[in-house]
């Protein structure tokens, strides 16, 4: 026993020692990707940020569509994450410029104005077919030319983007959730939630993109089916083609987007 007391009393130090090395990397590596992570989402800690939500175009009344709410819930978790704060506000409300705080906008243009605007004004390129009734191209987009139809519970699209609006260092992103129907709306916000980590990687931490993402089934699989279309960035934030151009700068027609 006497002559193990020496190695005893080394080792238990090397493995406190060990442990405690241990313990500081590995809240070293967590830290730094929460970092990046609250950069990614403009979110530093004890911030502030909108989530803009749109009226249910079902009801006559001032409602958000069950879809929505759970889209709202996605990104409140991302922003406890974060440690910063949510204000749900109304799309008739928020007037609040670009790079003041980040944003969430959840909805289409029709229910919500916000969207609208930043569809107008940060997205030009996109054009959203908003003729109400049983019309085929109801609810379609059309980008760069590609035209992407809806067909309700089996094929349905929506955008997800970050958009700095040309500020230097990107730190107040705005966060749109532009789909189809409301279930579309959610699958966006629960992508971002799971794949910002691969979004963080190919664009940076402060990068805009613009993708397309396209829900399947969502009949029969709600909005847990998820498939990335393109990335329709370059598409989506170049002005739109001139009227005198009769292809409109690029292919035209009323096909379906490719798998």
């Avoid at 803009?52 to 978790?77: I, K």
């Avoid at 519970?153 to 230097?168: K, N, P």
């Avoid at 705005?174 to 279930?183: K, T």
């Amino acid at each position: 026993m006497t002559e193990n007391l020496p190695w005893l009393v080394l080792g238990v130090p090397a493995v406190a020692l060990a442990v405690a090395l241990g313990w500081f990397a590995r809240t070293f590596v967590w830290q730094r990707g929460l970092s990046r992570k609250q950069r990614f989402f403009g979110l530093p800690e004890h911030s502030e940020c909108l989530l803009v939500v749109n009226r249910d175009a079902a009801t006559a009344e001032w409602s958000v569509a069950r879809n929505d709410v759970f889209a709202l819930l996605e990104l409140s978790a991302v922003v406890k994450e974060c440690g910063a704060n949510g204000d749900v506000i109304s799309h008739d409300m928020a007037q609040q410029s670009f790079g003041e705080r980040t944003e969430f906008c959840i909805g289409g243009p029709v229910s919500n104005r916000r969207m609208a605007a930043h569809l107008q004004s940060l997205l030009p390129g996109v054009h959203i077919d908003t003729e109400t009734g049983n019309s085929p191209d109801r609810g379609a987009f059309t980008i760069g030319g590609e035209r992407h139809l809806l067909e309700s519970g089996v094929r349905e699209h929506v955008l997800l983007a970050r958009l700095t609006a040309g500020q230097s260092d990107g730190a107040r992103p705005v966060f749109l959730f532009c789909g189809q129907r409301s279930v579309t709306n959610q699958a966006a916000a629960r992508y971002l939630a799971r794949h910002h980590g691969r979004l963080m990687r190919k664009y940076g931490t402060n990068g805009n993109f613009c993708v397309l993402l396209r829900v399947v089934n969502s009949q029969a699989y709600g909005a847990d089916v998820v498939e990335l279309v393109a990335d329709v960035t370059r598409a989506a934030t170049a002005p739109p083609a001139s009227k005198a151009d009769p292809d409109g700068g690029g292919r035209r027609g009323n096909h379906r987007a490719k798998s």
